[in-house]
């Protein structure tokens, strides 16, 4: 009988030990340490929330900071409020991400850059049948081109960066770039673009020691936000009213962390890590703790992201037939 009990309590922990140590052998890429200490930190839409955020805590940190957005003032208030938080000076630069040659010209002014975040984004939530081509173009050009633009300027210093440490390029997703969401028609395939990107990206650099994170922020109160709540469906805010909001400072930590830990996915709250276990697709995974919960909970996060669908659908249902 004892001799039985035995054999059954080894066999179920035989097989999650094996489990975990097969994944600790597999794993790729392999975990890395990322600093920022003393290290050139380059981020886009670094003049007014999440961006500014990040800003801030990474000179903290003891980064060098360079920030770029387009509107001059901004940039220059954020620089004093930086200065004023924590007495460092941080690097601006006035450019539209659209306009490659202008990226180019600052990067190239800013030099050689060790962990590049690309944050800029905008969004505007409308139905695609009323949303004009134009603000399409403009949500696809900004966030999913604009980082393409940065990428292709930094890409060659970063390659040749004297400290031959660990670099990174960080790009702003959103959880709206994990699955769509009502009103996110161009918003979300700009997002989505940007994981395509990142995933075959992360194959081509890693040879030059360059590791990609992808963030996947909930709604962040940021002016951002402030601006897009004037006008966005109320169907938009039901659905993504599922995940919680965050505070831009908290949201700028997670990312910090996630690009020192080398990260490839990096969610920011607790229904984001359910949204990133549910996607994770054939995404690297360098954690071999992660790996094991993803195997083991693939089954039962799946349903919960079907419960979350039959939710979603019940509330545009509901909302059509109060129209009526
Ligand atoms: N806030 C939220 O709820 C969420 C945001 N995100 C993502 O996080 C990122 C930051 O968002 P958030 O902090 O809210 O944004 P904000 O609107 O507060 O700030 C956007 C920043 O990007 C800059 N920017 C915008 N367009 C361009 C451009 N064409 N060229 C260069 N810089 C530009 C802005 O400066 P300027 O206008 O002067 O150029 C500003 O610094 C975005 O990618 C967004 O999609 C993801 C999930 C949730
Ligand atoms: C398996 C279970 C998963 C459960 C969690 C599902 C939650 C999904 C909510 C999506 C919210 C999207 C917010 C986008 C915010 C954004 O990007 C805009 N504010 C523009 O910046």
């Keep these: 009988m004892a001799d039985s009990n035995l054999a059954f309590l080894s066999l179920i922990l035989l097989f999650p030990l094996s489990l975990l140590v097969f994944l600790y052998v597999i794993v790729s890429p392999k975990p890395v340490r990322i600093p920022i200490k003393g290290r050139h930190v380059f981020i886009t839409g670094g003049s007014s929330g999440i961006g500014l955020a990040m800003a ?7 980064a060098r900071v360079s920030i770029l957005a387009r509107n001059r003032d901004k940039l220059e208030e954020a620089k004093q409020s930086i200065h004023l938080s924590t007495g460092i000076d941080v690097a601006v630069f006035s450019a539209d991400v659209r306009d490659f040659a202008a990226v180019k010209a600052a990067v190239e002014e800013a030099g050689p850059v060790d962990v590049l975040v690309c944050n800029q984004g905008v969004f505007v939530p409308q139905e695609l049948e009323s949303q004009e081509l134009e603000e399409v173009k403009f ?3 900004v966030n999913l081109m604009g980082t393409f633009h940065l990428i292709k300027a930094a890409l060659n210093g970063m390659k040749n960066r004297r400290d031959r440490g660990p670099a990174s390029i960080a790009v702003m997703s959103s959880q709206a770039g994990q699955v769509g969401i009502y009103g996110y028609t161009a918003y979300s395939a700009s997002k ?4 395509g990107m990142a995933e075959a990206l992360q194959q081509e650099v890693i040879a030059d020691n360059i590791h990609i994170s992808l963030i996947f922020p909930p709604d962040t109160e940021t002016p951002g936000l402030e601006e897009e709540n004037k006008k966005r469906p109320q169907l938009t805010s039901i659905i993504a009213a599922s995940s919680g909001a965050m505070k831009a400072d908290e949201v700028a930590k997670k990312a910090l962390d996630g690009i020192k830990s080398g990260s490839f996915i990096v969610p920011c709250n607790f229904e984001g890590l359910l949204l990133s ?26 349903l919960a992201g079907l419960c979350f669908q039959w939710n979603w659908y019940g509330s545009i249902e509901k909302w059509h037939a109060q129209k009526k």
Excluded: K, N
């Design 192 to 195: 989505f673009g940007l994981r």
């Design 277 to 302: 276990i549910a996607t994770a697709g054939l995404s690297p995974q360098r954690s071999y703790l992660m790996a094991f919960v993803e195997v083991v909970t693939a089954g039962i996060v799946r």
């Design 56 to 62: 801030r805590q990474a000179a903290a940190e003891g």
């Design 139 to 141: 949500m696809i050009d």
